[in-house]
């Protein structure tokens, strides 16, 4: 496809070609490097594989935007579609009532549009609008019947694209909540027992007590099954079973204990590295020097900073919930398996996202300085709502306690 840019050059946007594509997207990548803080900005080295954070969706695309002769790629855009949760809907419940009313999930079919990027040289030339649209040509084609992005709350350019010229709906604001790894383990209560689940369990789990939440996606089971999914960890207080003697899913489900917690690890150190850049020498000095003492005396439990200043990985906490009233204390220990397990993975931090309502928040250590209290999820109707039940207009929706983030595309 072909646009006429304002300044009489040949706009040309087309799909992602790898064997030649590769190291221009990159050039653009790093002509836009994202998360100013002061003079200090945020990385993201995408490991010679630039269409890797959609990789394993159902279906993705990945669209570049050349210029000129000499075929300069200036612009990137990545999507890729899923089947989600949008609402829930009860069964009729006769006179007499019922004690065991299980909701079942509405589905839509979801378009996620990420990795927008226009080389700072060719901006406000109408590339980054050819590329959403050209992308959202393609959703509309595969059935989407939504979409819907995530920025910054105060990326004021992206969100005039997106809400001004787009059509897109600010729509829900999550919070990312980022630990640093540090060098020493952090000490996980005796108070609690950890079971890791195996991926057949983890499926059952998820399916049978999450799939009303907003956002699950329907394929759960390849988002268990995938290499990059570390393990579930499901934590209870101590005692509840004997040790090594998980009952499965299905028996844990049918009775539960009071209290419980579960989460899954995603290993995105495999897809992407993040490095901080332009940070002062002091800066620099400091970090190592916690790190190092860390190292030395880790009884002493310095909480060290993370070596954010050198490319470095992370892992990513999702499929968080639980119940009772020890639920948050038993999320902050499995936040604490969590780190461990990064740790030994050398990861620079963990990181989630979760709703800003949601009650196990409170048990998610993060520090304020990394994290981001209200990052924005805007979103667009395609066409005309075909999911398996009718919940009216899905951007319209009021917010529930808990949004289930899909760990491909964080």
């Given at each position: 496809?072909?646009?006429?840019?304002?300044?009489?050059?040949?706009?040309?946007?087309?799909?992602?070609?790898?064997?030649?594509?590769?190291?221009?997207?990159?050039?653009?990548?790093?002509?836009?490097?994202?998360?100013?803080?002061?003079?200090?900005?945020?990385y993201t080295d995408l490991m010679g594989d630039p269409i890797c954070r959609v990789r394993h969706s159902p279906a993705f695309l990945m669209l570049v935007a050349e210029?000129?002769?000499?075929?300069?790629?200036?612009?990137?855009?990545?999507?890729?579609?899923?089947?989600?949760?949008?609402?829930?809907?009860?069964?009729?419940?006769?006179?007499?009532?019922?004690?065991?009313?299980?909701?079942?999930?509405?589905?839509?079919?979801?378009?996620?549009?990420?990795?927008?990027?226009?080389?700072?040289?060719?901006?406000?030339?109408?590339?980054?609008?050819?590329?959403?649209?050209?992308?959202?040509?393609?959703?509309?084609?595969?059935?989407?019947?939504?979409?819907?992005?995530?920025?910054?709350?105060?990326?004021?350019?992206?969100?005039?694209?997106?809400?001004?010229?787009?059509?897109?709906?600010?729509?829900?604001?999550?919070?990312?909540?980022?630990?640093?790894?540090?060098?020493?383990r952090v000490k996980i209560p005796n108070r609690v027992t950890i079971f890791r689940l195996s991926a057949l369990d983890s499926v059952t789990l998820y399916s049978r007590?999450?799939?009303?939440?907003?956002?699950?996606?329907?394929?759960?089971?390849?988002?268990?099954?995938?290499?990059?999914?570390?393990?579930?960890?499901?934590?209870?207080?101590?005692?509840?079973?004997?040790?090594?003697?998980?009952?499965?899913?299905?028996?844990?489900?049918?009775?539960?204990?009071?209290?419980?917690?579960?989460?899954?690890?995603?290993?995105?150190?495999?897809?992407?590295?993040?490095?901080?850049?332009?940070?002062?020498?002091?800066?620099?000095?400091?970090?190592?020097?916690?790190?190092?003492?860390?190292?030395?005396?880790?009884?002493?439990?310095?909480?060290?900073?993370?070596?954010?200043?050198?490319?470095?990985?992370?892992?990513?906490?999702?499929?968080?919930?639980?119940?009772?009233?020890?639920?948050?204390?038993?999320?902050?220990?499995?936040?604490?398996?969590?780190?461990?397990?990064?740790?030994?993975?050398?990861?620079?931090?963990?990181?989630?996202?979760?709703?800003?309502?949601?009650?196990?928040?409170?048990?998610?250590?993060?520090?304020?300085r990394l994290s981001c209290a209200e990052d924005l999820w805007c979103v667009k109707r395609l066409g005309e709502d075909y999911s398996d039940g009718s919940v009216g207009?899905?951007?319209?929706?009021?917010?529930?306690?808990?949004?289930?983030?899909?760990?491909?595309?964080?």
């Open positions: 496809m072909r646009e006429e840019s304002g300044v009489g050059s040949v706009v040309v946007v087309r799909e992602f070609d790898p064997k030649r594509d590769c190291l221009g997207v990159e050039m653009v990548e790093r002509r836009c490097e994202v998360g100013p803080t002061g003079k200090m900005s945020l210029v000129g002769v000499d075929k300069e790629i200036v612009g990137v855009i990545r999507g890729c579609i899923k089947t989600v949760t949008c609402g829930k809907k009860l069964p009729r419940i006769g006179k007499k009532g019922s004690q065991n009313v299980v909701a079942h999930p509405i589905y839509t079919k979801l378009a996620y549009l990420l990795g927008l990027r226009v080389s700072p040289s060719h901006r406000r030339m109408g590339i980054g609008l050819k590329l959403v649209s050209l992308m959202e040509n393609w959703f509309r084609q595969n059935g989407a019947e939504y979409s819907y992005m995530a920025t910054e709350k105060g990326n004021e350019a992206s969100l005039k694209l997106f809400t001004e010229r787009c059509g897109y709906t600010k729509f829900r604001t999550p919070s990312i909540l980022v630990q640093p790894v540090f060098a020493h007590r999450f799939s009303t939440t907003e956002f699950f996606p329907r394929d759960i089971d390849s988002i268990l099954h995938n290499k990059l999914n570390l393990g579930t960890f499901l934590a209870v207080p101590a005692g509840t079973y004997k040790p090594n003697s998980w009952p499965g899913s299905n028996r844990f489900l049918s009775d539960p204990p009071e209290s419980w917690a579960v989460l899954s690890i995603w290993n995105s150190k495999e897809v992407f590295r993040l490095e901080v850049r332009g940070a002062p020498l002091l800066r620099k000095w400091l970090a190592r020097t916690s790190r190092a003492v860390d190292r030395l005396l880790p009884w002493l439990r310095i909480p060290s900073v993370p070596e954010v200043f050198r490319p470095f990985g992370l892992h990513f906490m999702y499929g968080l919930g639980g119940e009772g009233p020890d639920s948050v204390s038993l999320t902050r220990a499995l936040c604490s398996h969590a780190h461990n397990v990064a740790r030994t993975g050398g990861c620079g931090v963990v990181a989630t996202e979760v709703a800003c309502s949601d009650p196990l928040r409170l048990g998610i250590p993060h520090w304020k207009d899905w951007t319209k929706s009021v917010p529930g306690p808990s949004i289930f983030v899909d760990p491909r595309e964080f």
